[in-house]
Every structure is written in structure tokens, then in C-alpha cells.
């Protein structure tokens, strides 16, 4: 599917991507609106009829992923909520057979992410994947979303790496388009991001269902 002798620099996306997607969109689709409206005294389907064109609104912007700008509006603690629920957090299958062997290799191997600092820390903490890269990015620390073509420009700033011999594996079509958008070159999806849903179909990108398809030849 690779040919790794192309690739360079391994950009790799954390949720739904690395780490099981079940756990995020449980928190915002279920504990979130549970948590409102025990709150504000609602029944839960008004507190997610409610919210959720609250969080619609703010998709692909670098507020959506912000737990600062979600517990002002909200007037709840969301990373606290995040660590009352981090016994979901979960590795995808194969993804740390697949980061053992992209470690012993010459790759420069990034974790690019638009998880806020909070919820990066926090997953970090419960996976242990942290030792895997050789830098581990924020989008908050560049003020732009990975949506954005811009945060590819911060990116390469300040971490060198030429477009075409990177490589990003991402969940997102959006971020994909992005970074296709700014040239980089090698562009894979994932087609079961959140192990409790089926496999979705994925356009325009090559994807795959775990990182096994990605080992031949590294």
C-alpha cells in the first residue's frame, strides 16, 4: 500500500486514529448532554436538542476542540468530566504493534492532534503512547485547526519536513483535504474510527481498518 522508502516524516491524527473514537463521541453525545441536563433540571433529549447545534456551529473550528471555551459556555467543568469517564480511553488494535515498528526505523514520527492540552495530557497519561514520537503537536498551540491550511505552515516552521515524503494518517476528511491542499503527499484514512460503530465507507482517500495494512514493508 506504502512505499516507506518515499516517506520521510510520519504525521500521525490521536483520536480516532490511535485512540478508539467511542470514548469521545460518547462523552460529547451522551455524558455532555446527561450532565446539562442534570444541571439545568431538563430532560436529556431537550438538553441535547439543544446542544447539539450549539457543538454543529462550531465544528472544524479551533473552538470545538477547546475544553476551556466548551466549560465557559456550558458552565460545566469539562475536563473533569473527561477524567470521570477516561476509563473508555483506548488504544485501536495493532496501533502499538504498528508504533513499535515505525520506532525502530528512520521515520520522524509526530503526533499532530487538535485535542486541547487537558485531553491530550490526560490520554496520553492513560495510554503510555507518549514515547512513540519525537514531538507531540497541538493545534492550540498554533491557534489554527488541522482543517485549517495554515496549521500545516506553523507545522513545518517548526518541525521541518518536506511535503512529499510525509506521510499523515488522519480520520478526518476535512483535515485530509487540508493537508492535501497544502501538498503533502502520502494520505490515509481510517474506515472504523469508533470500534462501536460499523465500518464507514471513506471517498477519495485510501483507508484502512487497522495498522496491520500499513506494516509491509516498513
Not at 467543568?77 to 473527561?82: E, P, S, T, V
Not at 499532530?112 to 503510555?128: D, I, P
Request: with cysteine; aromatic share 12%.
Amino acid at each position: 500500500m506504502l512505499n516507506w522508502k518515499e516517506i520521510d516524516t510520519v504525521l500521525l491524527d490521536m483520536d480516532g486514529t490511535l485512540l478508539d473514537l467511542r470514548f469521545d463521541n460518547h462523552f460529547w453525545k451522551e455524558y455532555v448532554p446527561f450532565k446539562y441536563a442534570e444541571k439545568h433540571n431538563l430532560p436529556l433529549e431537550i438538553a441535547k436538542d439543544h446542544l447539539v447545534p450549539r457543538f454543529k456551529s462550531k465544528e472544524g473550528t479551533l473552538e470545538w476542540y477547546c475544553l476551556d471555551y466548551w466549560t465557559e459556555t456550558l458552565q460545566l467543568d469539562i475536563a473533569a468530566l473527561k477524567v470521570e469517564l477516561s476509563d473508555l480511553i483506548a488504544v485501536l488494535p495493532h496501533v502499538t504493534e504498528f508504533l513499535t515498528k515505525l520506532q525502530e526505523t528512520h521515520h520522524h514520527v509526530l503526533l499532530v492532534t487538535n485535542a486541547h492540552r487537558s485531553s491530550l495530557s490526560l490520554k496520553m497519561e492513560k495510554t503510555g503512547l507518549a514515547v512513540f514520537f519525537d514531538a507531540i503537536v497541538s493545534s492550540h498551540d498554533f491557534g489554527k485547526p488541522k482543517e485549517n491550511t495554515g496549521f500545516w505552515e506553523c507545522l513545518k516552521q517548526a518541525y521541518y519536513f518536506d511535503q512529499a515524503k510525509t506521510l499523515l494518517i488522519d480520520d478526518s476528511a476535512a483535515v485530509l483535504n487540508s493537508a492535501q491542499n497544502y501538498g503533502i503527499r502520502h494520505l490515509v484514512s481510517i474506515n472504523r474510527p469508533d470500534s462501536s460503530m460499523p465500518k464507514r465507507d471513506v471517498n477519495n482517500f485510501t483507508a484502512i481498518e487497522d495498522f496491520r495494512e500499513l506494516m509491509p514493508g516498513l
